[in-house]
């Protein structure tokens, strides 16, 4: 008998944004569903426009798994995750096993299909890259979502994510950005 899906099934009990007040409140189950589409977006985006060579469907994958830890965790938020370099560390640390421990709830003759899910490889750097650029992007979209229901509290937030995004100097995040993003301030009247 297995717990693996029994413990990851449990990502939508895990609400993110837990320092912020929400309209809409989110889950991690329901932010990596969002993450692997944006992922998998960022990496057509890089072979079509940008001459990439890297694999949609794997990064889509390393994205719907990429918070899996906090269903031991906890989703720890940003400001209290990075609050020092001693906090960051230990925390890495605990994600590392929480990774081992959800891991080994796979049977055994199922885990080599998943190390590389849940323990990143150097073969996987420029996958893990469009994963992290997907995951602020879906913080950004969030971000957006709340300014447009006319909640100020995201306002802060908003522009540190955009900085951090545009930090990380890829050009796929701004087509994204240019291209996808203007659509979440508008209301269902204006998409239509």
Same mark, same amino acid.
């Given at each position: 008998?297995?717990? +693996?899906?029994? @413990?990851?099934?449990?990502m939508k009990l895990i609400q993110r944004w837990?320092?912020?007040?929400? =309209? %809409? =409140?989110?889950?991690? %189950?329901?932010h990596s569903l969002q993450v692997a589409m944006v992922a998998h977006t960022l990496a057509v985006i890089r072979n079509r426009l940008y001459g990439g060579n890297v694999n949609p469907e794997r990064v889509a994958t390393l994205a719907m798994y990429h918070d899996c830890s906090e269903v031991i965790t906890g989703d720890l938020p940003t400001p209290i995750k990075n609050f020092n370099? *001693?906090?960051? =560390?230990?925390?890495?640390k605990i994600e590392h096993l929480a990774c081992e421990r959800i891991y080994k709830m796979l049977?055994?003759?199922?885990?080599?299909? @998943?190390?590389?899910?849940f323990f990143p490889c150097e073969q996987d750097d420029e996958h893990w890259q469009l994963v992290k650029a997907a995951d602020k992007l879906c913080a950004y979209l969030k971000?957006? *979502?709340?300014l447009q229901a006319g909640n100020n509290g995201f306002l802060k937030a908003e522009r540190a994510v955009m900085a951090g995004l545009m930090k990380m100097n890829?050009?796929?995040?701004?087509? +994204?950005?240019? =291209?996808f993003s203007p659509s979440f301030s508008l209301t269902l009247d204006e998409l239509n």
């Open positions: 008998m297995s717990h +693996f899906f029994a @413990y990851v099934s449990r837990g320092l912020m007040r929400n =309209t %809409q =409140t989110e889950n991690i %189950q329901e370099r *001693e906090i960051v =560390t230990a925390y890495k049977p055994e003759e199922l885990r080599e299909d @998943y190390r590389d899910i971000c957006l *979502e709340e890829m050009p796929e995040v701004t087509y +994204f950005v240019e =291209t």
